[in-house]
Nanobody, 123 residues
Framework: VQLQASGGGSVQAGGSLTLSCVAS????????GGWFRQAPGKEREFVAA????????YYADSVKGRFTMSRDNVKSTVYLQMNSLKPEDTAVYYC?????????????????WGQGTQVTVSS
């Protein structure tokens, strides 16, 4: 699976952005989709994940209630709608994919990764 993330940019605190991640190469509907982020000088952290059928999502506490992950299996795309953005959300955001809905918060368990898209939130 090849993943291509896009949609990053610069916004002011309180603003919104929607990230997209398009998959190619294999049947993406068979995979769990995940979003991770890495801020300068910090470790990569889990943001959100969604299962194949879209009936299960899981969010990091830091984004719960502000971010929404969705997917369109026809378009082989996952999305991350980010609202009420805060300066601490500033990071490079990566999409990732794995086959099973287990250990989804650990990036080491994801087989495929996109290239990352920068999100910058100013105060």
């Amino acid at each position: 699976v090849q993943l291509q993330a896009s949609g990053g940019g610069s916004v002011q605190a309180g603003g919104s952005l929607t990230l997209s991640c398009v998959a190619s190469g294999r049947t993406f509907s068979n995979y769990v989709g995940g979003w991770f982020r890495q801020a300068p000088g910090k470790e990569r952290e889990f943001v959100a994940a969604i299962n194949w059928s879209r009936d299960s999502t899981y969010y990091a506490d830091s984004v719960k209630g502000r971010f929404t992950m969705s997917r369109d299996n026809v378009k082989s795309t996952v999305y991350l709608q980010m609202n009420s953005l805060k300066p601490e959300d500033t990071a490079v955001y990566y999409c990732a994919a794995k086959l099973t809905w287990s250990a989804i918060i650990d990036g080491k368990n994801y087989e495929y990764w996109g290239q990352g898209t920068q999100v910058t939130v100013s105060s």
